[in-house]
């Protein structure tokens, strides 16, 4: 296969256009997003990544390597399991990826009604995240998610914390103890948090322990309180 010129062999010195050469190709970016919240297989790549196949993956998996973006290291343990992480200059890559989404979501043509993967809907509430003003003291959530485009597979989990100075979530291996935790697909959540729905009117949604915890994440991380603030 005939792989594509770069910009800057056209003796194009823009950044931005190097940019475009180091995760410009299809599939790149989409591969780094999953990669933003923390270490992944190979096969968990492949199960998240929706259309992208192994060869595809191998391929892009490689360039992100070369580029220095991610790297690829083996677990301890007697799985002895390989898994791909971002280095600290690819983790920059969220700053970006929030960039774009907060550009995107204004198309006309945005596909609002398409699912999307745990981390993707995480990422989104990263992006607009905001401090919990009028509340002091830190509440804590922890969040399970199952993708509703597999929804055979283990919910993934996250822990959220909401203070007066900034709202935090982050993935993690088990749940906490937290003020409360909730335990919603990606199709119910990301009608919470993006759609507007309210948390009452999406009762498969599953809120244990103080609601107001898992109310106040909401309106800390969703599209519409960022907008109507």
Known sequence: MVSRRSYGSYNDGCAAAHA????????????????????KRFADL?????????AILTRRL????????AVQRRLPGPGRVDVYE???WGRQLEAVNSTLSAWAVQSPSMPFDADMS?????LAMRTHARPAHHHPGPRTVSLA??????????????????????TTIDRVDEPGITDAAVAASTRDWKACIIGGTPLARLPAISVVGDRDAAELLITATSLR?????
């Open 20 to 39: 475009l050469d180091l995760i410009g190709e299809r599939w790149t970016m989409i591969v780094v997003r999953e990669l933003l919240l923390g270490p």
């Open 46 to 54: 492949q199960r998240d990544v929706l259309g992208i196949g192994p």
């Open 62 to 69: 490689q360039e992100l390597t070369t580029y220095g973006i």
């Open 86 to 88: 971002l280095t600290d």
């Open 118 to 122: 745990p981390d993707t809907l995480v």
């Open 145 to 166: 998610l199952t993708d509703s485009r597999q929804e055979s597979l283990s919910p993934v989990h996250y822990h959220a914390v909401m203070t007066a100075d900034a």
């Open 225 to 229: 309180s960022e907008a109507g603030a």
